[in-house]
Structures are given as structure tokens and as C-alpha cells.
T-cell receptor
Framework: DAKTTQPPSMDCAEGRAANLPCNHS???????VYWYRQIHSQGPQYIIH???NNETNEMASLIITEDRKSSTLILPHATLRDTAVYYC????????????FGKGTKLSVKP | GAVVSQHPSRVICKSGTSVKIECRSL??????MFWYRQFPKQSLMLMAT?????????EQGVEKDKFLINHASLTLSTLTVTSAHPEDSSFYIC???????????????FGPGTRLTVT
């Protein structure tokens, strides 16, 4: 699986947009980009995933660059409850295997 | 939908005893479940892959005789930590893999985790 690189930590003001970057320069054409988050002492929570096109759901938006070598997760209006570790994971299409978690980005939303 | 539960949510046991952690998919069936371990301020590390009706596959460095995994049904996998030691204290998380109706891919659905403290 392709590796990902994320900044170790980020701060965001409550109510502002949080933009979390991820580099996945070795991603192949048949690999998805997934985002999960883990609030302290809880299991990981699925946020969103995409292949080529930008995606949006009720939680977030995922912007994938045209060359697919990087992506940005956008939380449009961050709240204190969005404070968590955010993991960007690359996963082959059709995979039934486990997810490989990197170190993620610790997002701290401040009042 | 796609809810995974773990029981207990937290457990304290004495060194040398065994403790069993259950992972259940409540509203779907999963032929494969994964067990992860997470130490403080670290990421999740895969311990083993559990397949219904067959022996689990353990990651390198994980002792299969110490971490017993049983996947007796399509909705239940158990992890038993035998002869627990303080260094086994950790956050144990399971996930269930399934391709639900209307979905294109197999996805993983995570449980809430079990905090094990060995004294």
C-alpha cells in the first residue's frame, strides 16, 4: 500500500474551516484515499473516501489533486467535538484487508 | 447501520490472569474481523486477522499463544489475553469487514475499543 505523510498537529479556531493535508505521492491508479478520525479513547470513525473526484458528505469534503499525489480533508465549520487525530489512508480498490494507520494529524479545535 | 460493539469497554485484571474481549457486529455479518492494539500516543497496530471458521493470522511479533483469537460465528470474534502482564495494558480495538448492500467496496467498521489495565 502507498504511504501517506501528514503534519503531526494542527490548530483550528472554532467555527472556521479546518483543512488537513495529506501527501500520497506513490499512490497508484487503483487506490482509494480514505480518511478516518479517532477521538480520544474511542475507535476510529470513517469520514470520507475518494478515488479521483472530489467528494462531499455530511461530515466533510475531500479534495484530491489532479495528479492524485495529495489530498485535503476539509471540515467546513470546525467544532470543539472535531478535536481528534485524523488519519489519511491509501487502500487498494477491492481490498478486503486491514487498514494501515500512520501517525495521523492531531487537530485541536480551540474556542 | 454497521454497528460494531466491544465488551467490556474497560477492564482491570491482575498480572497472571486471563481476560476475554468480545467483538460483535450487531446488524451485519462479517467473515473477517481485525484486532488492533494501540499504546498511549501511538497509532493503531494490527495484531491479527480473524476469519470465521478458521485459524487467525497473526502479525509478526504477536504471540499467538498469548493472544488467543476465536471467530466462532459471522458476528462474533473474541480475543483472550492469557497470563496478562502490565506491558499488555493497552487499548484494544476490533473492526469488522463487510460489503454492505449498496456499497461498492468492502469497508471496515470499528468497535469502540477496550481499555485493558493489568496491575
Amino acid at each position: 500500500d502507498a504511504k501517506t505523510t501528514q503534519p503531526p498537529s494542527m490548530d483550528c479556531a472554532e467555527g472556521r474551516a479546518a483543512n488537513l493535508p495529506c501527501n500520497h505521492s506513490t499512490i497508484s491508479g487503483n487506490e482509494y484515499v480514505y480518511w478516518y478520525r479517532q477521538i480520544h479513547s474511542q475507535g476510529p470513525q470513517y469520514i470520507i473516501h475518494g478515488l479521483k473526484n472530489n467528494e462531499t458528505n455530511e461530515m466533510a469534503s475531500l479534495i484530491i489533486t489532479e495528479d492524485r499525489k495529495s489530498s485535503t480533508l476539509i471540515l467546513p465549520h470546525a467544532t470543539l467535538r472535531d478535536t481528534a487525530v485524523y488519519y489519511c489512508i491509501v487502500r487498494p480498490v477491492g481490498s478486503q484487508g486491514n487498514l494501515i494507520f500512520g501517525k495521523g494529524t492531531k487537530l485541536s479545535v480551540k474556542p | 447501520g454497521a454497528v460494531v460493539s466491544q465488551h467490556p469497554s474497560r477492564v482491570i485484571c491482575k498480572s497472571g490472569t486471563s481476560v476475554k474481549i468480545e467483538c460483535r457486529s450487531l446488524d451485519f455479518q462479517a467473515t473477517t474481523m481485525f484486532w488492533y492494539r494501540q499504546f498511549p500516543k501511538q497509532s493503531l497496530m494490527l495484531m491479527a486477522t480473524s476469519n470465521e471458521g478458521s485459524k487467525a493470522t497473526y502479525e509478526q511479533g504477536v504471540e499467538k499463544d498469548k493472544f488467543l483469537i476465536n471467530h466462532a460465528s459471522l458476528t462474533l470474534s473474541t480475543l483472550t489475553v492469557t497470563s496478562a502482564h502490565p506491558e499488555d495494558s493497552s487499548f484494544y480495538i476490533c473492526s469488522a469487514s463487510a460489503k454492505l448492500a449498496g456499497r461498492r467496496n468492502y469497508e471496515q467498521y470499528f468497535g469502540p475499543g477496550t481499555r485493558l489495565t493489568v496491575t
